[in-house]
């Protein structure tokens, strides 16, 4: 049995692109040491599926929509690097999102579960595990098109994204009409967006040699994402999708999942702070280019942090 010589964190590996992604990253490098941040429930049903793949498989439970369950569990990656039962840290994947049937729910913090999870856990794990990293070093944070908010991008199936403030964004009730199915949906096209904020900032702040790109699957078929969005989501995501399946305009959970791997590898090559369309380099909205509103999402997020767990101080 190899040795690990370095260690990949991941979220969101264990359903969807994600699982997908997990296991042909594995198939690829013996060399990786993969530490699935996940719900332990979720957790313990995929775990002898990567552990049939590779030895050098372990999980971490993790709540995402939860500040503390984060922190704690970042604390555990820390103490592991420290102790060199994990060997050097060199990817880190943000893959996990939500899309819910409404812009009201709440996390234990008072905060919109979908910004929680698809914006704040990315940015407090990115915070405690960055200064790990060891060149060369990559990041990737799974965003969507959905934050066009265009008929083009989206057939119609995401309203805009509106962005406001981070005050109000990542409280409950942030859009007219909250309470709804599309507000949902807006909170979702939102918070994605949001990723890519994040990772342009981010991208101003890491060193050279610590790669951070956006990662945008498009439309994939047949994953658990709308299996919480209500409406007609997931009679969409079960019948009408799968019709356009043989077209490009969709992608299968493991044809997505191996180009998750090649943006987290390096194959897709892409200078820090890219959006990948897929496989392709390209322009994310024109409206995700705004480094004062970027700023902004950053400063905010860090008070969050320093609210949050004894990694906040
Ligand atoms: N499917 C698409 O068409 C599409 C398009 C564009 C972008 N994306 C993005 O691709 C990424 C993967 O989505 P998917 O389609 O593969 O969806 P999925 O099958 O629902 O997978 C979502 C993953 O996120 C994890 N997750 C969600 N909430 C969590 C929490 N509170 N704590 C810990 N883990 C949590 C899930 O864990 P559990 O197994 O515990 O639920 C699961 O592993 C998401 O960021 C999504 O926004 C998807």
Redesign the pocket.
């Given at each position: 049995m190899s040795t690990p010589t370095h260690t990949l964190v991941m979220?969101?590996?264990?359903?969807?692109?994600?699982?997908e992604a997990a296991k042909e990253l594995l198939r690829r490098d013996p060399g990786v040491h993969l530490v699935v941040?996940?719900?332990a429930?979720?957790a313990a049903q995929v775990i002898p599926q990567l552990q049939a793949l590779s030895a050098h498989v372990s999980a971490i439970d993790?709540?995402?929509?939860s500040t503390a369950s984060v922190d704690a569990a970042a604390g555990q990656v820390e103490d592991l690097l420290d102790t060199g039962e994990l060997p050097t840290l060199r990817r880190v994947v943000c893959?996990?999102?939500?899309?819910l049937d409404s812009a009201l729910h709440t996390t234990a913090d008072g905060y919109e579960t979908t910004f929680a999870?698809?914006v704040l856990?990315t940015h407090l794990l990115l915070r405690r595990l960055h200064p790990h990293l060891r060149r060369p070093a990559r990041v990737v944070v799974?965003?969507?098109?959905?934050h066009f908010g265009d008929l083009r991008h989206t057939g119609g199936t995401f309203p805009s994204p509106r962005w406001t403030t981070p005050e109000v964004l990542f409280h409950p009730g942030a859009y007219p009409r909250s309470g709804t199915v599309r507000a949902g949906r807006r909170a979702?096209a939102t918070s994605?967006l949001g990723g890519i904020h994040l990772v342009h900032e981010w991208a101003r702040r890491l060193p050279d040699g610590v790669d951070i790109v956006a990662y945008?699957?498009?439309?994939?078929?047949g994953?658990?994402?709308a299996?919480d969005a209500g409406g007609v989501s997931e009679l969409l995501m079960r019948y009408v999708v799968p019709a356009l399946a043989p077209t490009p305009l969709v992608d299968t959970?493991v044809a997505?999942g191996h180009k998750l791997a090649d943006a987290v590898t390096g194959r897709t090559v892409a200078m820090t702070g890219a959006y990948l369309h897929r496989t392709t380099v390209t322009s994310s909205s024109m409206e995700s280019y705004d480094s004062q509103r970027e700023n902004a999402l950053w400063t905010w997020l860090e008070s969050a942090a320093q609210r949050t767990g004894p990694g906040g101080s």
């Amino acid at each position: 049995m190899s040795t690990p010589t370095h260690t990949l964190v991941m979220t969101g590996a264990t359903r969807g692109i994600g699982l997908e992604a997990a296991k042909e990253l594995l198939r690829r490098d013996p060399g990786v040491h993969l530490v699935v941040l996940a719900r332990a429930s979720s957790a313990a049903q995929v775990i002898p599926q990567l552990q049939a793949l590779s030895a050098h498989v372990s999980a971490i439970d993790v709540d995402l929509a939860s500040t503390a369950s984060v922190d704690a569990a970042a604390g555990q990656v820390e103490d592991l690097l420290d102790t060199g039962e994990l060997p050097t840290l060199r990817r880190v994947v943000c893959n996990a999102g939500v899309s819910l049937d409404s812009a009201l729910h709440t996390t234990a913090d008072g905060y919109e579960t979908t910004f929680a999870v698809n914006v704040l856990s990315t940015h407090l794990l990115l915070r405690r595990l960055h200064p790990h990293l060891r060149r060369p070093a990559r990041v990737v944070v799974t965003v969507s098109d959905a934050h066009f908010g265009d008929l083009r991008h989206t057939g119609g199936t995401f309203p805009s994204p509106r962005w406001t403030t981070p005050e109000v964004l990542f409280h409950p009730g942030a859009y007219p009409r909250s309470g709804t199915v599309r507000a949902g949906r807006r909170a979702y096209a939102t918070s994605k967006l949001g990723g890519i904020h994040l990772v342009h900032e981010w991208a101003r702040r890491l060193p050279d040699g610590v790669d951070i790109v956006a990662y945008n699957p498009s439309l994939v078929i047949g994953t658990g994402l709308a299996r919480d969005a209500g409406g007609v989501s997931e009679l969409l995501m079960r019948y009408v999708v799968p019709a356009l399946a043989p077209t490009p305009l969709v992608d299968t959970p493991v044809a997505a999942g191996h180009k998750l791997a090649d943006a987290v590898t390096g194959r897709t090559v892409a200078m820090t702070g890219a959006y990948l369309h897929r496989t392709t380099v390209t322009s994310s909205s024109m409206e995700s280019y705004d480094s004062q509103r970027e700023n902004a999402l950053w400063t905010w997020l860090e008070s969050a942090a320093q609210r949050t767990g004894p990694g906040g101080s």
